[in-house]
């Protein structure tokens, strides 16, 4: 397991937020920002993390919904479900993404003049539920962005109009009550440069502390990932 720490980030509107930063156990691959779901940074999240350190990525997971409350983890209840939901319009989608950006320039996928380049690390983003539509949305607003991956993200079918400036990769269970697989077929003929892997699982089929935890989806998705890091950050 990789050396793992707690850092604080810096956005450009002046928020600060804290982050959860886990580096390989070995040589570095490339460079990776988690994000989160509606349930905050918590154990989940933090192994997912560790799994990518394992594999040879820098990662780190910053805490979004610090700019509300800090230190928020939640469970898979539907206590959970009901408070993580009331951080998502406090939030909004530009704040997070300010966030996102911080972490992206803290692993060095931006210089100091704001610009990204050959010479700067590779950095990716993937993001889970909420934090799926935001690795989308990193991947056509942000800068330093070279490959993004969500995982069953509902709100990427209402802006499935802005284009990617980044190789993306987007995962959907077919038996998803809360992501119609009409959604999933806007999103592909809207972007036809954008892949689209289906899954017979249902909503968070990643998540092994949840009940929709399929194993094989989420072993299946996880090397699709890591083999489309491999092209597109690694070396």
Same mark, same amino acid.
């Given at each position: ?13 002046? +928020? ?15 460079? @990776?920002?988690?994000?989160?779901? %509606? $349930? ?24 979004? $919904? ?14 959970? %479900? !009901?408070?993580?939901?009331? /951080? %998502? ?34 950095? +990716?983003?993937?993001?889970? *539920? ?5 690795? /989308? ?8 962005? =070279? ?21 993306? @990769?987007?995962? /959907? +269970? !077919? ?20 892949? %689209? !892997? ?8 990643? *998540?092994?502390?949840? +009940? =929709?935890?399929?194993?094989? =989806?989420?072993?299946?998705? @996880? ?13």
């Amino acid at each position: 397991m990789g050396q793992s720490e707690q850092l604080e980030l810096h956005a450009s509107d002046g +928020g600060q937020i804290s982050a959860y930063h886990v580096r390989p156990p070995a040589s570095v691959r490339g460079r @990776l920002v988690v994000v989160q779901e %509606i $349930f905050g940074v918590n154990a989940h999240i933090r192994r997912v993390a560790d799994r990518f350190a394992e594999a040879g990525y820098e990662v780190i997971a910053p805490a979004l $919904f610090d700019r509300v409350e800090r230190g928020v983890e939640l469970d898979y209840d539907q206590a959970g %479900i !009901e408070r993580g939901r009331t /951080f %998502i319009p406090k939030l909004g989608f530009d704040t997070p993404l300010l966030d996102i950006q911080a972490a992206i320039e803290k692993l060095g996928g931006v210089d100091a003049r704001g610009l990204s380049g050959r010479e700067q690390a590779k950095v +990716g983003v993937v993001g889970y *539920c909420w934090g799926g539509s935001l690795a /989308f949305l990193s991947a056509t607003r942000l800068t330093g962005v =070279s490959a993004a991956v969500g995982y069953y993200a509902g709100q990427i079918a209402k802006f499935a109009s802005e284009v990617p400036r980044a190789p993306t @990769l987007l995962h /959907f +269970g !077919e038996q998803d009550k809360g992501i119609p697989l009409s959604d999933v077929e806007a999103v592909r003929k809207a972007r036809p440069d954008v892949e %689209i !892997e289906l899954y017979p699982a249902q909503h968070g089929f990643n *998540c092994d502390a949840r +009940g =929709s935890f399929d194993a094989a =989806s989420a072993e299946r998705a @996880l090397s699709r990932t890591l083999a489309f890091f491999e092209r597109h950050l690694a070396g």
